[in-house]
């Protein structure tokens, strides 16, 4: 993806307005900007809290990005904003982004599901990939991926 897809311009402070975000643009008709449809990205992030709770186990990433990760993990929570275009190893990427396309309303209700879980039982301790996050920083991590992807998706705006 390149910096110049357009992209709407996204900060959220906690999850309950990721949730708000999502179910006002499935109220209306939207267009997604970028690789991956409306559903997919709604889906990819209720994957991401299923892994940061340890409901789901993610491929392991390789060495070189195991190392590197702890390391980056200060640039990737407070960089503002996250940029676009990190391509995943091909596991990790069969894993979080699928090959098919999801239900709008089905991807809503499963993000729903991995938000509550997020909530009531928060993240890991370590997480998967950054190592050690006390809550702010997972809460943060979280908000800032989830404000990386729906701005790609707008509202259609019919006059």
Same mark, same amino acid.
């Given at each position: 993806?390149?910096?110049?897809?357009?992209?709407?311009?996204?900060?959220?402070?906690?999850?309950?307005?990721? $949730?708000?975000?999502?179910?006002?643009?499935?109220?209306?008709? $939207?267009?997604?900007?970028?690789?991956?449809? *409306?559903?997919?990205?709604?889906?990819?992030?209720?994957?991401?809290?299923?892994?940061?709770?340890?409901?789901?186990?993610?491929?392991?990433?390789?060495?070189?990005?195991?190392?590197?990760?702890?390391?980056? @993990?200060?640039? $990737?929570?407070?960089?503002?904003?996250?940029?676009?275009?990190? @391509?995943?190893?091909?596991?990790?990427?069969? *894993?979080?982004?699928?090959? @098919?396309?999801?239900?709008?309303?089905?991807?809503?209700?499963?993000?729903?599901?991995?938000?509550?879980?997020?909530?009531?039982?928060?993240?890991?301790?370590?997480?998967? *990939?950054?190592? @050690?996050?006390?809550?702010?920083?997972?809460?943060?991590?979280?908000?800032?991926?989830?404000?990386?992807?729906?701005? *790609?998706?707008?509202?259609? $705006?019919?006059?």
């Amino acid at each position: 993806m390149a910096d110049s897809v357009e992209r709407r311009e996204l900060t959220f402070s906690n999850v309950d307005e990721i $949730v708000a975000d999502a179910r006002r643009l499935a109220a209306g008709e $939207v267009r997604a900007c970028g690789s991956h449809s *409306f559903g997919q990205i709604l889906h990819h992030l209720a994957l991401s809290h299923d892994v940061a709770t340890g409901q789901l186990i993610a491929p392991s990433p390789p060495l070189f990005m195991r190392l590197l990760m702890p390391l980056m @993990k200060r640039m $990737v929570i407070n960089a503002k904003p996250l940029k676009p275009g990190i @391509k995943l190893p091909a596991k990790g990427e069969a *894993f979080f982004w699928p090959n @098919k396309e999801f239900e709008v309303s089905e991807a809503i209700k499963y993000l729903e599901e991995s938000v509550e879980n997020y909530k009531t039982n928060g993240p890991l301790e370590i997480h998967p *990939f950054f190592g @050690k996050l006390n809550q702010a920083e997972a809460d943060q991590l979280v908000c800032r991926h989830a404000a990386l992807h729906l701005s *790609f998706v707008h509202p259609v $705006v019919i006059s």
